[in-house]
T-cell receptor, first 111, second 116 residues
Framework: KQEVTQIPAALSVPEGENLVLNCSFTDSAIYNLQWFRQDPGKGLTSLLL?????REQTSGRLNASLDKSSGRSTLYIAASQPGDSATYLC??????????FGKGNQVVVIP | GAVVSQHPSRVICKSGTSVKIECRSL??????MFWYRQFPKQSLMLMAT?????????EQGVEKDKFLINHASLTLSTLTVTSAHPEDSSFYIC????????????FGQGTRLTVV
């Protein structure tokens, strides 16, 4: 069974600092990995999708890396802003087309 | 990115009644949609896989007679919570994947169901 762990569960950083969010998964046989953002009471917004053959993806201030062999992904958010405050979810897609989610990293960026 | 629309965003219903939640893919066709349930500060729990034109596949422990899923077209899946009870109160989210996008998942806005 695929288990996804996100550390830390919650963190607060001052505005302008870089954010580093970690995701680990137990089964390296994944199809792809996706990072999402979730605001309170809202659905999920896709941030980055990394295929299993890729090492990283970048979009603006966001960069996600993937080390499939060690079962790890890291989401970097450069120069954090108060608007980045949200919960960030990591999900891995397995061969049966199902997503396995972590519990999320709850981020607060302090102005 | 692709757009998945979920409706309603919030619903309050009385115990014993049924509630229908709609999930639409607005700009692509989705042969498969997924329904999740999310508890506070918990990860998303997959409830069932909705397949266009055929029966849904339910995850272990999910009551198929309580959570009815219909996927009658390539752009619409519905989840009906039948004979709702307070313990069914939760946040329900649907997702769909667009073919050719590397199987990227797109999610609806979610539905907050409160059963009183």
């Amino acid at each position: 069974k695929q288990e996804v762990t996100q550390i830390p569960a919650a963190l607060s950083v001052p505005e302008g600092e870089n954010l580093v969010l970690n995701c680990s998964f137990t089964d390296s046989a994944i199809y792809n990995l996706q990072w999402f953002r979730q605001d309170p009471g809202k659905g999920l917004t896709s941030l980055l999708l990394i295929q299993s053959s890729q090492r990283e993806q970048t979009s603006g201030r966001l960069n996600a890396s993937l080390d499939k062999s060690s079962g790890r992904s890291t989401l970097y958010i450069a120069a954090s802003q108060p608007g980045d405050s949200a919960t960030y979810l990591c999900a891995v897609r397995r061969g049966n087309n199902r997503l396995a989610f972590g519990k999320g990293n709850q981020v607060v960026v302090i102005p | 990115g692709a757009v998945v629309s979920q409706h309603p965003s919030r619903v309050i219903c009385k115990s014993g009644t049924s509630v229908k939640i709609e999930c639409r893919s607005l700009d692509f066709q989705a042969t498969t949609m997924f329904w999740y349930r999310q508890f506070p500060k918990q990860s998303l729990m997959l409830m069932a896989t909705s397949n266009e034109g055929s029966k849904a596949t339910y995850e272990q422990g999910v009551e198929k007679d309580k959570f009815l899923i219909n996927h009658a077209s390539l752009t619409l899946s519905t989840l009906t919570v039948t004979s709702a009870h307070p313990e069914d109160s939760s946040f329900y989210i649907c997702s769909a994947g667009r073919q050719g996008s590397g199987t990227e998942a797109f999610f609806g806005q979610g539905t907050r169901l409160t059963v009183v």
